[in-house]
Nanobody, 121 residues
Framework: QVQLVESGGGLVQTGGSLRLSCVASGSILGVDAMAWYRQAPGKARETIGTVTRGGGTRYVDSVKGRFTISRDNAKNSIYLQMNSLKPEDTAVYYC???????????????WGQGTQVTVSS
């Protein structure tokens, strides 16, 4: 069984910073691309950014220059450093990973349970 567990969400004022973490655990053979998504109330889930196994990153325009995604392959972890937060960043944040479990010959998508980030004005 593979699980992704996020942590680090909370309440912060406009202009503040938060760092989210996500750890993949279980019977894991390999982790390929990972990503962060978010979903605000009444809106569709959107991609914040992705990171390849080699560390290459891509971001949605709305967070470029403010958010940084990184990963630690040894720990099967992905991180999201969020700076200069705005009220419109308020959402539930989810991590995502393409993971090969010990019971599979291919990679499958896995999601974390989500962590709430609220930015007050």
């Amino acid at each position: 069984q593979v699980q992704l567990v996020e942590s680090g969400g909370g309440l912060v004022q406009t202009g503040g910073s938060l760092r989210l973490s996500c750890v993949a655990s279980g019977s894991i053979l390999g982790v390929d691309a990972m990503a962060w998504y978010r979903q605000a109330p009444g809106k569709a889930r959107e991609t914040i950014g992705t990171v390849t196994r080699g560390g290459g990153t891509r971001y949605v325009d709305s967070v470029k220059g403010r958010f940084t995604i990184s990963r630690d392959n040894a720990k099967n972890s992905i991180y999201l450093q969020m700076n200069s937060l705005k009220p419109e960043d308020t959402a539930v944040y989810y991590c995502y990973g393409m993971i090969q479990s010990q019971h599979s010959v291919s990679y499958s998508p896995y999601w974390g349970q989500g962590t709430q980030v609220t930015v007050s004005s």
